[in-house]
């Protein structure tokens, strides 16, 4: 093993399961900015600790590129919360010809080993969880993003019931780009902005909105700065990270507010039982539920 690899770090695990080592690059994509697995060169990692991710397909296709980018004998320590595919990791590895040890640590399982010289099985989990054409919805899609074989019903509803929009505007955690997609086809929308914490969402939206009009920014909302849109449409996430989080559509709302110049107008889509309406009614100059239906409200905010 030379001393010159990359120090890889996926996610963020947590400390006081594993030592999580000081000046790595971070591979994934949910935090803008990180590098990419799949484009880094064989056998250039020194290093890997990973915070698994908990969908299998995805799971299994960063663990396979994460093998083929480190180097022969180079170490590596994978660890998932034992309910969300730690239970499943010694035996994953196994399947791609690794020889393991096993620690469970805080309600996680801790999976330590060195890559082998050769491994087994990753071509498969490379195209089992990679970037691909979904045939029924006929658009791209890839294991890990969101809802990534299935149109949710809550973008369905969006879709369905949105208004002719005009002028500038943007779909926040617009995912592979669907809501922005419809969008495009209303009204007079002049551009649209499509943004989203996922890199991999990002590169599937540009496939699957090709449009003049579109721009695409991997960027986490909470600390981009929009301005001067006149629309703004989302279906405002709740989970960070897997863990429900009801401040991080409140977040959006705020942010959609504040992107807004006078006069505009957001719709937004959210699940029944959560309370937005505290929110948007203070950041709005008015907000109003357009439609509840099945499980879903739509509100329609002004600014
Ligand atoms: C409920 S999904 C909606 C996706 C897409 N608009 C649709 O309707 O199918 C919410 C999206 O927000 C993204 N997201 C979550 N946290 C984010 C953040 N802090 N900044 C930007 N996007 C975020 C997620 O990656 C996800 O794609």
Same mark, same amino acid.
């Given at each position: 093993m030379s001393d010159a690899g990359t120090i890889a770090i996926y996610g963020a695990p947590p400390s006081d399961a594993v030592d999580v080592p000081k000046d790595a690059t971070q591979f994934s994509p949910l935090m803008p900015g990180a590098s990419a697995l799949e484009q880094q060169a064989e056998g250039s990692l020194s290093e890997l600790v990973m915070l698994a991710p908990p969908g299998t397909l995805e799971r299994r296709y960063v663990i396979a590129q994460a093998l083929r980018a480190l180097e022969t004998g180079a170490p590596f320590t994978i660890l998932a919360p034992k309910d969300r595919g730690g239970t499943r990791l010694r035996k994953e590895l196994q399947a791609f010809g690794c020889t393991v040890q096993e620690t469970p640590r805080r309600h996680h399982r801790i999976v330590t080993g060195t890559r082998p010289e050769s491994l087994t099985n990753i071509d498969d989990a490379i195209a089992d969880g990679g970037p691909r054409l979904i045939d029924d919805l006929g658009v791209w899609s890839q294991p890990g993003v969101f809802s990534w074989d299935r149109l949710d019903p809550g973008t369905a509803m969006l879709i369905e019931h949105l208004p002719p929009l005009r002028g500038r505007g943007a779909d926040f955690g617009c995912g592979i780009g669907l809501l922005a997609h419809a969008a495009l086809? +209303?009204?007079?929308? +002049?551009d649209i902005l499509l943004t989203d914490i996922d890199r991999r969402a990002i590169a599937c939206a540009e496939h699957n909105v090709v449009d003049p009009r579109a721009r695409f920014l991997w960027a986490d909302l909470r600390s981009a700065e929009i301005s001067d849109l006149d629309f703004v449409i989302m279906n405002a996430p709740f989970h960070d990270a897997g863990a429900e989080d009801k401040s991080l559509a409140q977040q959006f709302i705020k942010r959609a507010a504040l992107a807004l110049g006078k006069g505009g107008v957001c719709y937004m889509v959210a699940n029944r039982h959560l309370p937005y309406e505290a929110i948007l009614t203070p950041a709005f100059k008015r907000a109003a539920l357009m439609i509840e239906t099945g499980g879903y409200k739509i509100y329609e905010a002004h600014t």
């Amino acid at each position: 093993m030379s001393d010159a690899g990359t120090i890889a770090i996926y996610g963020a695990p947590p400390s006081d399961a594993v030592d999580v080592p000081k000046d790595a690059t971070q591979f994934s994509p949910l935090m803008p900015g990180a590098s990419a697995l799949e484009q880094q060169a064989e056998g250039s990692l020194s290093e890997l600790v990973m915070l698994a991710p908990p969908g299998t397909l995805e799971r299994r296709y960063v663990i396979a590129q994460a093998l083929r980018a480190l180097e022969t004998g180079a170490p590596f320590t994978i660890l998932a919360p034992k309910d969300r595919g730690g239970t499943r990791l010694r035996k994953e590895l196994q399947a791609f010809g690794c020889t393991v040890q096993e620690t469970p640590r805080r309600h996680h399982r801790i999976v330590t080993g060195t890559r082998p010289e050769s491994l087994t099985n990753i071509d498969d989990a490379i195209a089992d969880g990679g970037p691909r054409l979904i045939d029924d919805l006929g658009v791209w899609s890839q294991p890990g993003v969101f809802s990534w074989d299935r149109l949710d019903p809550g973008t369905a509803m969006l879709i369905e019931h949105l208004p002719p929009l005009r002028g500038r505007g943007a779909d926040f955690g617009c995912g592979i780009g669907l809501l922005a997609h419809a969008a495009l086809s +209303t009204g007079d929308v +002049t551009d649209i902005l499509l943004t989203d914490i996922d890199r991999r969402a990002i590169a599937c939206a540009e496939h699957n909105v090709v449009d003049p009009r579109a721009r695409f920014l991997w960027a986490d909302l909470r600390s981009a700065e929009i301005s001067d849109l006149d629309f703004v449409i989302m279906n405002a996430p709740f989970h960070d990270a897997g863990a429900e989080d009801k401040s991080l559509a409140q977040q959006f709302i705020k942010r959609a507010a504040l992107a807004l110049g006078k006069g505009g107008v957001c719709y937004m889509v959210a699940n029944r039982h959560l309370p937005y309406e505290a929110i948007l009614t203070p950041a709005f100059k008015r907000a109003a539920l357009m439609i509840e239906t099945g499980g879903y409200k739509i509100y329609e905010a002004h600014t």
